[in-house]
């Protein structure tokens, strides 16, 4: 599809999303489907992040700001030289406690993005993280839905059910499955006393597959240069460093970021880099 009707078709998906807020619109016209198996769950998760990634680069900027889309990409500057490490979509039998082993040789800590229906299914690796001391286990909705697909009442319920993920005395963080905001949901979790997380570094660990590339198409899409397209380590550094610290975006579910992020720890710290928190306050104002 040429991209001025592509512009066409996403504008019009966008505007009629409004007034029906069940209808499914991706960048290929083709609907994301349910999933069960964890190989169909990444692939479903890659369609989502794409469909965000063509929507942000197709739609003009006022209409996706009025309708409070997109607002994950954080585009205020870090606090300099500081990143904060996020985990997304857990927690996982096969993730969690080995991200917690890195974190614990390397004395960092981290914020757990979880799922509410999987943190439900493995209650001990909650407890885990809770029990690693200052990292924060966090909301992620309970099932992980794109809340531009799904209407007001079920976002809601989304929000809510997953609730009890936050801890008592711990600052309230939401993070929006794929980064697809919306007006009434920044509203609510306002309301209950959420800070919204977003990131200024999206590792796109989504995008590059088991044995460490990511297809030209999907490199563009993320911003991945054309030196780091089998290089998932490369392209995290790098962005980090164009971005002087931030907000790193990664998913538990992710093998690349399992292998590498030992590394990657390694490497940021040697670059002069220093690992906050989301919660700590020079980063209060990259928080919504
Ligand atoms: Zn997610």
Known sequence: MKPSRYRQHAVSCLLLATTLAATVCTATGQTPSPTTSAQDETASIRQHHLK????????????????CRYESEIATAPPLNRVALTFDDGPTTSGTAYILEVLKKYNIHATFF??????????????????????????????H?????????RQTGEVLRADSLTTPDLPKLFRYP??????ETNQLVHQHGYQIVGWHVDSCDWAFDKTGAIDTREAISCGVPRQYQNDYVGHVLAAVRSRRGGIILMH?????TLK?????????????????????????????
């Open 52 to 67: 965000r990634l063509h929507e942000r680069l197709s739609v003009e900027p006022a209409v996706l700001e009025s309708h």
């Open 114 to 143: 979880m799922v509410g229906e999987k943190a439900s299914q493995y209650p001990e690796l909650v407890a885990q993280v809770r029990a690693a001391g200052h990292d924060v286990v966090a909301n992620h909705s309970w099932s």
């Open 145 to 153: 839905p794109n809340f531009h697909d799904i209407d007001v009442a």
């Open 178 to 183: 794929y980064g697809n905001s919306t007006c």
């Open 252 to 256: 538990e579910i992710h093998p690349n």
């Open 260 to 288: 590498k992020l030992d590394t990657i720890v390694a490497s940021l710290l040697a670059g002069g880099f220093e690992f906050g928190m989301v919660t700590d306050k020079d980063f209060q104002p990259s928080l919504r």
